[in-house]
């Protein structure tokens, strides 16, 4: 049986491979480090070093959840093999895999249940799952503004809005725009219920040092692409 996940050195050579990749929260891991387990690793041929860079591919998801790092420190216990790393490219946010791990049939707004930038988390695991979706699955498009709690759940009810379940729209205007740019058909409508309740919380939670993303730069976008009916 072939191992879901390998790990390539700098040179493309592969180095590791095993079955199962876990996340795990290292509280005395350094600020911007990740901790992982590496699952059914067999340690007779383990051939990583510290300070070193490598690339984990994935055979799921078509490479969405491939990602480049660098390894600060490691331990090898039984075949599991526990890591503290930095990733330095890739769309993977810590908390996404936990997320398809334990949620991914879920056919619910489960981004409700996250507090502020933790939804950046469930964007991740839409982008993870689905990717770029090149077609506008819903017929009617609501976006239910009470479901808006903050600015980034702004960007999970138009992904669910757009394309249903972990519909991915990115997490930024653009990251929206590009995306639109190659998706939208024309004299698409939106209605928005609740808009002026979901404006406020938009407006009051605006990540520090973002620009141009108000609710009136988003609503801007918007009717660059759809027709928008506020309520």
């Known amino acids: 049986m072939s191992s879901k996940y390998k790990i390539f050195n700098t040179s493309e050579e592969l180095v590791l491979s095993f079955n199962k990749l876990v996340e795990f929260y290292d509280y005395n891991g350094p600020e911007g480090a990740y901790s ?19 690339s984990l591919q994935c055979e799921d998801f078509e490479g969405r959840l491939d990602f480049d790092f660098r390894i600060n420190k490691f331990n090898a216990c039984e075949n599991n093999f526990f890591l503290n790393l930095n ?3 890739g769309m993977y946010e810590v908390g996404a895999l ?6 991914k049939e879920d056919e619910k707004r489960i981004w409700l249940d996250m507090k502020g930038s933790l939804k950046r988390k469930y964007i991740s695991a839409c982008y993870i799952k689905n990717g770029f979706t090149r077609e506008i699955k819903n017929e009617k498009i609501i976006i239910e503004g009470k479901c808006i709690q903050d600015y980034y759940s702004f960007y999970c009810e138009l992904g669910y809005a757009l394309f249903g379940d972990y519909g991915y729209i990115g997490n930024n205007l653009n990251a929206v725009r590009d995306l639109l740019n190659d998706l939208v058909e ?5 209605i928005w219920n609740d808009s002026e309740l979901s404006f406020k919380s938009i407006d009051n939670s605006v990540p520090e040092g973002y620009c141009q993303s108000s609710s009136e730069d ?3 976008l918007l009717e660059d ?3 928008i009916e506020l309520k």
């Open 36 to 54: 992982f387990v590496f699952c059914g690793v067999d340690i007779k041929y383990l051939d990583l070093c510290k300070n070193e860079s490598y």
């Open 87 to 89: 990733i330095s490219s």
């Open 98 to 103: 936990s997320i398809l791990e334990f949620q």
């Open 186 to 190: 024309e004299n698409k409508n939106i």
């Open 218 to 220: 988003i609503l801007s």
């Open 225 to 227: 692409y759809f027709n």
